[in-house]
T-cell receptor, first 111, second 113 residues
Framework: KQEVTQIPAALSVPEGENLVLNCSFTDSAIYNLQWFRQDPGKGLTSLLLIQSSQREQTSGRLNASLDKSSGRSTLYIAASQPGDSATYLCAAVYNFNKFYFGSGTKLNVKP | DGGITQSPKYLFRKEGQNVTLSCEQNLNHDAMYWYRQDPGQGLRLIYYSQIVNDFQKGDIAEGYSVSREKKESFPLTVTSAQKNPTAFYLC????????????FGPGTRLTVL
């Protein structure tokens, strides 16, 4: 059974810090790896999608990397801001319809 | 405005009652999904549909039912057979065939009284 783990479960940092969120998955036969953001009581918003043939993707201050062989992905957030406070979830995608989500990392960026 | 809508935002149900959660999308996506999210946990797939009049069970389908009579709509019924229905329910859609991401609605919080 595919399992996705995210560490840490929660993270609190002062504004301006660079930070790394971790995601690991048990089955390396993924189609792609996706990172989402979820604000309290809201739906998910897609941040980055890394295809299985890619090593990383960047969008603004966000950079996500993928190492299929080790079953790991990281989300790097540069120069964090209070508006980045949210829960970040990763999803390992094994076919078009099977998205396996981690339980998320709850990020708090203090002003 | 293109997107996915879910209603209601909050829903209260008495034990033994069936309730139906609405999900509508105007993105012209073929595939639609229902997930359940419990506190501190990731999303778990309940049902998905790749095309009108077809749907498949996900990992936790027991106690739930769906229909897909129109491309735009994918309602979820939580039946009295669902033992612990209190949760946050999320609907999503995706363009197919592709490896595109899923687009999520704002969610419905269901509480059983």
């Amino acid at each position: 059974k595919q399992e996705v783990t995210q560490i840490p479960a929660a993270l609190s940092v002062p504004e301006g810090e660079n930070l790394v969120l971790n995601c690991s998955f048990t089955d390396s036969a993924i189609y792609n790896l996706q990172w989402f953001r979820q604000d309290p009581g809201k739906g998910l918003t897609s941040l980055l999608l890394i295809q299985s043939s890619q090593r990383e993707q960047t969008s603004g201050r966000l950079n996500a990397s993928l190492d299929k062989s080790s079953g790991r992905s990281t989300l790097y957030i540069a120069a964090s801001q209070p508006g980045d406070s949210a829960t970040y979830l990763c999803a390992a995608v094994y076919n078009f319809n099977k998205f396996y989500f981690g339980s998320g990392t709850k990020l708090n960026v203090k002003p | 405005d293109g997107g996915i809508t879910q209603s209601p935002k909050y829903l209260f149900r008495k034990e033994g009652q069936n309730v139906t959660l609405s999900c509508e999308q105007n993105l012209n996506h073929d595939a639609m999904y229902w997930y359940r999210q419990d506190p501190g946990q990731g999303l778990r797939l309940i049902y998905y549909s790749q095309i009108v009049n077809d749907f498949q069970k996900g990992d936790i389908a027991e106690g739930y039912s769906v229909s897909r009579e129109k491309k735009e709509s994918f309602p979820l019924t939580v039946t009295s057979a669902q033992k612990n229905p209190t949760a946050f329910y999320l609907c999503a859609s995706r363009r197919t065939p592709s490896t595109d991401t899923q687009y999520f609605g704002p969610g419905t919080r269901l509480t059983v009284l």
